[in-house]
Nanobody, 123 residues
Framework: QVQLVESGGGLVQTGGSLRLSCAAS????????MGWFRQAPGKERAFVAA????????VYADSVKGRFTISRDNAKNTVYLQMNSLKPEDTAVYYC????????????????WGQGTQVTVSS
């Protein structure tokens, strides 16, 4: 069992930056690949970024490549999402998720989810 708690969301202007954090409980965090997803009002939850167990591999959605960076600190049981050059279309609730094994991009592949944190980008 893994419990995930996101933090770091908020209101930011276009072009600004935010850093999301996701703290995981349990001693097996380093066994899980981690992902970030987002859900805008009226839309389905969508993949944003994922990172492998070791942190050596990362994958990004095309819409965030070059602007967002996912990273993890296994000693702190935490995964991060650094978001730069934010746009109004980045507005959504952001969720972190955990999957035991290789990183995946599909929502339904993930086993554990956090409660989400709201990110709002004003124009």
């Amino acid at each position: 069992q893994v419990q995930l708690v996101e933090s770091g969301g908020g209101l930011v202007q276009t072009g600004g930056s935010l850093r999301l954090s996701c703290a995981a409980s349990g001693r097996t965090f380093s066994s899980y690949a981690m992902g970030w997803f987002r859900q805008a009002p009226g839309k389905e939850r969508a993949f944003v970024a994922a990172i492998s167990v070791s942190g050596g591999s990362t994958v990004y959605a095309d819409s965030v490549k070059g602007r967002f960076t996912i990273s993890r600190d296994n000693a702190k049981n935490t995964v991060y999402l650094q978001m730069n050059s934010l746009k109004p279309e980045d507005t959504a609730v952001y969720y972190c998720a955990a999957i035991r094994g290789p990183l995946r991009t599909q929502v339904r592949a993930y086993d554990y989810w956090g409660q989400g944190t709201q990110v709002t980008v004003s124009s």
